[in-house]
């Protein structure tokens, strides 16, 4: 016996058996996984208050729940601009007070696209030939993300968009590497879903688009390439056209979510003006600010090592040219953001280089599965040094939780994406909750105070509720027992409405906040004031 | 006696290389300055903090037998000082100061106390020159390419001026270097021993080294391991010898824990947690106190700042290795050819590692500059590591003229920009503080060239000697001279095949 020595001596049989369960099941492990992820992700930040913090998310959940109760609830509340999947997806849920206050009617899809999305990381790499832990380190990549954690936790489109983006990518790369016809339907169907979640879905569209043509060209000609182009457009552009039929049946104008008064390229015009749209026509500043972007978004190691996978990809000849060509879809959102920052049809704020705020930075996060995929590659191909690399990456995503790094939580908190509306719609939920009367408000300016005061969507009048806002409006005195808004703010649609009608006089405010004012009906009014929504049902 | 009279020679040279920009200066009566008195002007040995803060430790211990400071003393450390429970102690582990100690009591027998503390670094670093040597030798490089390996880690990057100072950076390369040249020998008792002692002196010396030597720590460890395949069942055998990495860490941990017990009243208190006070101390302001925000990084590696900090560390022009020491990177292409070897792969990625985890940690520290400081101060340990390579670049490449050519360039340029701090100081702002001093101090070594010119020098060989003779700036291209001279000579001497052969050690 050997007393310097300690010896164990282990039956192969089971380990071997366990690991190659956990092979097979890998794929379910990695769900089930997640799941808890989500949920105990989800519960955190409800409980810390963060999962409302976003302006946005708070008008996504009233967008949905609009289509389900108001003064004038349909499909039509949908509305432009923003693509509808994300509410229409809300439907089933919102009609709940709570699903619609907490924000588990927008949540639930964010979580479930986060457990898909790293599904489909993990199938990527699988279909890229790397081993399991490579596939794994892939996911967990994605995983402990601190953006991706929030931003799935959230009603907030990112994660259904990387979802259904990233599917259609693997989708595609499927086709490019097994010529099945079906993968290209399924991918047509994937792209065509994310042009229904955010205009990144349309450049991306565009981009699988040309590496279709390009690779049907090269291998069967022309009229091959003409009819691959036309199969998968007929599809994936499906989305694109129900828009522009939506936007010209409800407004008029098939291109009103591009250039209506709601619109980015308005809101857009208008940070022009005051100076603050620097990126527009500057190459190198739009390189610049998104880089930083997605840089914060997934740490600078992320990053660096990604970008190396990346090109450990392209020029690995063991991989079809092909099937190689078809992954830089995966840089699509990168471009497609670039591209926006410099045609001026996007504004991304970051901190200390756009001046002191932070204001869309969760844009950067768009790459995150990408790079994930391409840091699993890496970790994959380089098999001496592969532990350093991960070693090295445990210690920077631990002071990276440790530490809170999350940019899309400090734009949440502190950055412009927030509007602490608290006082607005306290004061709301204080002196309205128990009276009878309608409020008279912009939702285009105020969709967080109609979230926040937490009040039925059916005491709000506002743009969306047609004869309601014309009639209260025009005689704010016979409809609203209360006006928010901002005065003298010719944005505020309601003030914009109120102030040619000379009504003002017939209110008192009763409270002034920094972001909107409150106003109330005087007392000798009140007997001529509606309570009840007496108009006729609107189409 | 063929070779022991080159060696006696480039000893020789290497250590009047080293003695020329010693700091020092002579007093108006003739005597050395700085032996009995703390002057803190620039250039000289107390102009910064961190070596000024050791020192005065050393000062207390000797004089005082105390870990705490006197008022002087306090003034002289500040701001890297502690003011705790009425008391003034260093901020920093005491591991440099505990080390310089017998250099100290043996100098003050002489009259020059300071010199000695300050030469017991100086020495470090001729220690370190031969530890990287050794370890390009084991690498696979020849004695030649070896030992161009060393003389450019000296005196082709910041760890020139680092070596005239009393900081813990060639303290911490010394304990670094001497537990990769340990990571050769086999796993044993006294090897286990002495890399766990190696990695207790490591964290009594700074605290970062504790990350820097734990991936070769986890190595060590892992060696212990084996596997072997019987077919059915699978053997793992655990060396037990394991455990004296533990027991050779333990005494000198027990030390830290002693020594923090002294001066913060807890074993597991260290002085860095308590934080920075000013000599005299600022009068307290009656401010109302924001509530803390619970989001505000609470640890002092933040991924945040590692973009910056990686293009301050390795680009800018105010601390980077592209801007002050470009060599360094020709080290880390040999070192990713050691790892092509099946010998020295294993090895050869603990040092990758080592260096990565490095340039990481120090790029999303709050402060990649190292405040006010020459070159890339906290990239030291990774530049002593990847120097290792150089001599393996030579080897593979020295038939390229092209690679000759770029190769003595980078180096030139490296040992060029090296001489300047060597000879001034390392007080060179951030560009962040020198955008905003009243009298403009430019945030690069063209700060240091313009004490030369002002024929401004912290050398006491010059300040004793050469002033008023010979002017400054041609002492210091004669110096520059010597080294580029000395690089080429050792390069063109590599490319000749039937010299030496490899491993002749």
Same mark, same amino acid.
């Given at each position: 016996m050997n007393i310097t020595e300690l010896t164990l001596t282990i039956p192969r049989q089971p380990f071997e058996r366990m690991f190659a369960w956990i092979s097979r099941h890998a794929l379910v492990l990695v769900l089930i996984f997640l799941a808890i992820i989500s949920v105990v992700s989800y519960v955190h930040f409800y409980q810390n208050g963060l =999962?409302?913090?976003y302006n946005d998310a708070r008008s996504h959940l009233d967008i949905g729940r609009r289509v389900v109760e108001g003064l004038k609830p349909g499909l039509a509340q949908l509305g432009s601009v923003w693509l509808p999947l994300p509410h229409i997806l809300m439907i089933p849920m919102i009609w709940n007070d709570f699903m619609w206050h907490s924000g588990l009617a927008g949540a639930l899809q964010s979580m479930t696209s986060f457990v898909a999305t790293g599904a489909v990381i993990y199938m990527f790499l699988r279909m890229l030939g790397v081993g399991l832990l490579g596939r794994v380190f892939g996911v967990v990549v994605f995983f402990l993300n601190l953006n991706v954690l929030y931003l799935q936790s959230i009603a907030m489109t990112e994660l259904l968009l990387f979802f259904t983006m990233t599917a259609g990518v693997y989708e595609l790369t499927k086709w490019h590497k097994t010529d099945n016809i079906l993968a290209l339907i399924r991918a047509a169907f994937w792209v065509m879903l994310s042009t229904l979640i955010r205009y990144d879905g349309w450049f991306l569209l565009a981009y699988c688009a040309g590496l279709i043509v390009f690779h049907i060209w090269k291998k069967r000609g022309y009229r091959a390439a003409e009819g691959y182009f036309i199969l998968f457009c007929t599809l994936g552009s499906f989305g694109i056209f129900l828009w522009l039929l939506w936007n010209q049946l409800i407004f008029k104008d098939a291109l009103y979510f591009a250039f209506g008064p709601f619109s980015a390229h308005a809101q857009q015009a208008q940070l022009e003006t005051a100076g603050v749209l620097m990126t527009k026509k500057n190459l190198l500043l739009s390189l610049k600010i998104y880089l930083y972007a997605m840089v914060f978004n997934s740490t600078a190691y992320v990053t660096i090592l990604a970008v190396v996978g990346a090109v450990v990809l392209w020029f690995d000849k063991r991989i079809n040219p092909a099937v190689r060509l078809s992954t830089s879809a995966l840089c699509a959102p990168f471009l497609f953001n670039i591209l926006a920052l410099y045609l001026g049809h996007s504004v991304l704020f970051v901190q200390g280089i756009s001046g002191n705020t932070w204001f869309n930075?969760?844009? =950067?996060?768009?790459m995150i599965p990408s790079l994930a995929i391409f840091m699993g590659y890496l970790i994959d191909r380089v098999k001496i040094g592969r532990l350093s690399l991960i070693a090295l990456y445990a210690f920077v995503i631990f002071f990276s939780v440790a530490n809170n790094d999350a940019v899309t939580i400090d734009d949440a908190r502190v950055? +412009? +994406?927030?509007?602490?509306?608290s006082e607005v719609s306290g004061y709301l939920k204080t002196h309205a909750a128990n009276e009878e009367g309608f409020i008279l408000i912009s939702a285009a300016s105020h969709d967080a105070i109609i979230f926040s005061s937490e009040l039925p969507m059916k005491r709000f009048i506002h743009e969306g509720t047609g004869s309601y806002w014309e009639s209260a409006t025009t005689s704010p005195d016979r409809w609203a027992r209360w006006i928010v808004m901002r005065t003298h703010?010719?944005?505020?649609l309601t003030y914009k409405a109120i102030r040619v009608t000379n009504q003002l006089s017939k209110y008192t405010m009763v409270a002034k906040f920094p972001f909107a004012d409150v106003y109330e009906l005087k007392s000798e009014y009140l007997s001529t004031l509606n309570t009840e929504p007496t108009l006729p049902k609107q189409k | 006696m063929k070779r022991t009279l080159p060696l006696m020679a480039i000893g020789l040279i290497l250590t009047a290389l080293l003695a020329m920009p010693l700091k020092g200066d002579k007093l108006p009566d003739g005597s050395l300055a700085y032996q009995q008195t703390e002057d803190t002007r620039v250039p000289g040995p107390f102009e910064s903090s961190g070596s000024s803060s050791r020192y005065a430790l050393v000062e207390a211990i000797v004089k005082?037998?105390?870990f705490f400071f006197n008022d002087v003393q306090a003034g002289l450390a500040a701001p890297d000082l502690v003011q705790y429970n009425g008391k003034y102690f260093s901020i920093f582990t005491p591991g440099v100061s505990f080390a310089v100690l017998p250099f100290y009591l043996l100098g003050n027998l002489f009259g020059i106390p300071q010199l000695a503390a300050y030469g017991a670094t100086t020495l470090v670093a001729l220690v370190n020159l031969l530890l990287v040597v050794l370890i390009a030798r084991r690498l696979g490089a020849g004695i030649i390419p070896s030992f161009i390996s060393g003389f450019i880690f000296l005196f082709g990057t910041n760890a020139l001026t680092y070596a005239l100072t009393l900081t813990q950076h060639h303290w911490s390369m010394l304990v670094i270097l001497l537990a990769i040249l340990t990571l050769f020998k086999q796993p044993g008792l006294l090897r286990n021993l002495f890399l766990g002692l190696l990695y207790g002196a490591g964290l009594l010396i700074d605290i970062p080294n504790a990350f820097i030597l734990l991936p070769l720590m986890v190595y060590a460890a892992g060696q212990h391991l084996a596997g072997i395949d019987e077919g059915r069942t699978v053997k793992i055998k655990l060396k037990?010898?394991?455990i004296f990495l533990l027991l050779g860490f333990i005494p000198l941990l027990g030390a830290f824990g002693w020594y923090n017990k002294q001066v913060t009243g807890s074993a597991t208190r260290l002085a860095q947690f308590i934080g920075r006070s000013d000599y005299p101390p600022k009068p307290k302001t009656t401010t109302e106190k924001k509530p803390p925000d619970p989001y505000a990084p609470t640890l002092p590696f933040y991924s945040r700042n590692q973009l910056n900090g990686l293009y301050i560390l390795l680009i800018s022009n105010e601390r980077g290795w592209l801007y002050y020491s470009p060599i360094v990177f020709i080290g880390m292409a040999g070192l990713f050819l050691a790892v092509k070897r099946k010998e020295t792969e294993k090895i050869a990625v603990v040092i990758l590692t080592m260096a990565g985890l490095t340039i990481t940690m120090y790029s999303s520290f709050g402060d990649p500059w190292g405040g006010w400081s020459f070159g890339p101060r906290y990239l030291l340990p990774a530049t002593a590591l990847l120097s290792t390579g150089i001599g393996l670049a030579i080897e593979r490449w020295k038939r390229s003229i092209l690679f000759g050519l770029a190769f003595l360039t980078i180096a030139g340029y490296s040992i060029y920009v090296a001489a300047f701090g060597a000879f001034t100081t390392t007080q060179v702002p951030p560009k962040q503080e020198a955008e905003h001093l009243v009298t403009f101090i430019p945030y690069t070594y063209a700060y240091n060239q313009q004490l030369i010119d002002q024929n401004k020098t912290g050398s006491l060989v010059y300040n004793l000697w050469l002033n008023g003779r010979v002017p400054l700036t041609t002492v210091v291209m004669m110096y520059q001279g010597i080294g580029i001279v000395l690089v080429s000579i050792a390069y063109t001497l590599a490319c000749r095949k039937r010299i030496f052969k490899k491993n002749d050690i």
């Amino acid at each position: 016996m050997n007393i310097t020595e300690l010896t164990l001596t282990i039956p192969r049989q089971p380990f071997e058996r366990m690991f190659a369960w956990i092979s097979r099941h890998a794929l379910v492990l990695v769900l089930i996984f997640l799941a808890i992820i989500s949920v105990v992700s989800y519960v955190h930040f409800y409980q810390n208050g963060l =999962g409302l913090a976003y302006n946005d998310a708070r008008s996504h959940l009233d967008i949905g729940r609009r289509v389900v109760e108001g003064l004038k609830p349909g499909l039509a509340q949908l509305g432009s601009v923003w693509l509808p999947l994300p509410h229409i997806l809300m439907i089933p849920m919102i009609w709940n007070d709570f699903m619609w206050h907490s924000g588990l009617a927008g949540a639930l899809q964010s979580m479930t696209s986060f457990v898909a999305t790293g599904a489909v990381i993990y199938m990527f790499l699988r279909m890229l030939g790397v081993g399991l832990l490579g596939r794994v380190f892939g996911v967990v990549v994605f995983f402990l993300n601190l953006n991706v954690l929030y931003l799935q936790s959230i009603a907030m489109t990112e994660l259904l968009l990387f979802f259904t983006m990233t599917a259609g990518v693997y989708e595609l790369t499927k086709w490019h590497k097994t010529d099945n016809i079906l993968a290209l339907i399924r991918a047509a169907f994937w792209v065509m879903l994310s042009t229904l979640i955010r205009y990144d879905g349309w450049f991306l569209l565009a981009y699988c688009a040309g590496l279709i043509v390009f690779h049907i060209w090269k291998k069967r000609g022309y009229r091959a390439a003409e009819g691959y182009f036309i199969l998968f457009c007929t599809l994936g552009s499906f989305g694109i056209f129900l828009w522009l039929l939506w936007n010209q049946l409800i407004f008029k104008d098939a291109l009103y979510f591009a250039f209506g008064p709601f619109s980015a390229h308005a809101q857009q015009a208008q940070l022009e003006t005051a100076g603050v749209l620097m990126t527009k026509k500057n190459l190198l500043l739009s390189l610049k600010i998104y880089l930083y972007a997605m840089v914060f978004n997934s740490t600078a190691y992320v990053t660096i090592l990604a970008v190396v996978g990346a090109v450990v990809l392209w020029f690995d000849k063991r991989i079809n040219p092909a099937v190689r060509l078809s992954t830089s879809a995966l840089c699509a959102p990168f471009l497609f953001n670039i591209l926006a920052l410099y045609l001026g049809h996007s504004v991304l704020f970051v901190q200390g280089i756009s001046g002191n705020t932070w204001f869309n930075v969760r844009y =950067g996060a768009t790459m995150i599965p990408s790079l994930a995929i391409f840091m699993g590659y890496l970790i994959d191909r380089v098999k001496i040094g592969r532990l350093s690399l991960i070693a090295l990456y445990a210690f920077v995503i631990f002071f990276s939780v440790a530490n809170n790094d999350a940019v899309t939580i400090d734009d949440a908190r502190v950055g +412009s +994406s927030q509007k602490n509306v608290s006082e607005v719609s306290g004061y709301l939920k204080t002196h309205a909750a128990n009276e009878e009367g309608f409020i008279l408000i912009s939702a285009a300016s105020h969709d967080a105070i109609i979230f926040s005061s937490e009040l039925p969507m059916k005491r709000f009048i506002h743009e969306g509720t047609g004869s309601y806002w014309e009639s209260a409006t025009t005689s704010p005195d016979r409809w609203a027992r209360w006006i928010v808004m901002r005065t003298h703010d010719d944005n505020d649609l309601t003030y914009k409405a109120i102030r040619v009608t000379n009504q003002l006089s017939k209110y008192t405010m009763v409270a002034k906040f920094p972001f909107a004012d409150v106003y109330e009906l005087k007392s000798e009014y009140l007997s001529t004031l509606n309570t009840e929504p007496t108009l006729p049902k609107q189409k | 006696m063929k070779r022991t009279l080159p060696l006696m020679a480039i000893g020789l040279i290497l250590t009047a290389l080293l003695a020329m920009p010693l700091k020092g200066d002579k007093l108006p009566d003739g005597s050395l300055a700085y032996q009995q008195t703390e002057d803190t002007r620039v250039p000289g040995p107390f102009e910064s903090s961190g070596s000024s803060s050791r020192y005065a430790l050393v000062e207390a211990i000797v004089k005082s037998g105390t870990f705490f400071f006197n008022d002087v003393q306090a003034g002289l450390a500040a701001p890297d000082l502690v003011q705790y429970n009425g008391k003034y102690f260093s901020i920093f582990t005491p591991g440099v100061s505990f080390a310089v100690l017998p250099f100290y009591l043996l100098g003050n027998l002489f009259g020059i106390p300071q010199l000695a503390a300050y030469g017991a670094t100086t020495l470090v670093a001729l220690v370190n020159l031969l530890l990287v040597v050794l370890i390009a030798r084991r690498l696979g490089a020849g004695i030649i390419p070896s030992f161009i390996s060393g003389f450019i880690f000296l005196f082709g990057t910041n760890a020139l001026t680092y070596a005239l100072t009393l900081t813990q950076h060639h303290w911490s390369m010394l304990v670094i270097l001497l537990a990769i040249l340990t990571l050769f020998k086999q796993p044993g008792l006294l090897r286990n021993l002495f890399l766990g002692l190696l990695y207790g002196a490591g964290l009594l010396i700074d605290i970062p080294n504790a990350f820097i030597l734990l991936p070769l720590m986890v190595y060590a460890a892992g060696q212990h391991l084996a596997g072997i395949d019987e077919g059915r069942t699978v053997k793992i055998k655990l060396k037990l010898v394991l455990i004296f990495l533990l027991l050779g860490f333990i005494p000198l941990l027990g030390a830290f824990g002693w020594y923090n017990k002294q001066v913060t009243g807890s074993a597991t208190r260290l002085a860095q947690f308590i934080g920075r006070s000013d000599y005299p101390p600022k009068p307290k302001t009656t401010t109302e106190k924001k509530p803390p925000d619970p989001y505000a990084p609470t640890l002092p590696f933040y991924s945040r700042n590692q973009l910056n900090g990686l293009y301050i560390l390795l680009i800018s022009n105010e601390r980077g290795w592209l801007y002050y020491s470009p060599i360094v990177f020709i080290g880390m292409a040999g070192l990713f050819l050691a790892v092509k070897r099946k010998e020295t792969e294993k090895i050869a990625v603990v040092i990758l590692t080592m260096a990565g985890l490095t340039i990481t940690m120090y790029s999303s520290f709050g402060d990649p500059w190292g405040g006010w400081s020459f070159g890339p101060r906290y990239l030291l340990p990774a530049t002593a590591l990847l120097s290792t390579g150089i001599g393996l670049a030579i080897e593979r490449w020295k038939r390229s003229i092209l690679f000759g050519l770029a190769f003595l360039t980078i180096a030139g340029y490296s040992i060029y920009v090296a001489a300047f701090g060597a000879f001034t100081t390392t007080q060179v702002p951030p560009k962040q503080e020198a955008e905003h001093l009243v009298t403009f101090i430019p945030y690069t070594y063209a700060y240091n060239q313009q004490l030369i010119d002002q024929n401004k020098t912290g050398s006491l060989v010059y300040n004793l000697w050469l002033n008023g003779r010979v002017p400054l700036t041609t002492v210091v291209m004669m110096y520059q001279g010597i080294g580029i001279v000395l690089v080429s000579i050792a390069y063109t001497l590599a490319c000749r095949k039937r010299i030496f052969k490899k491993n002749d050690i």
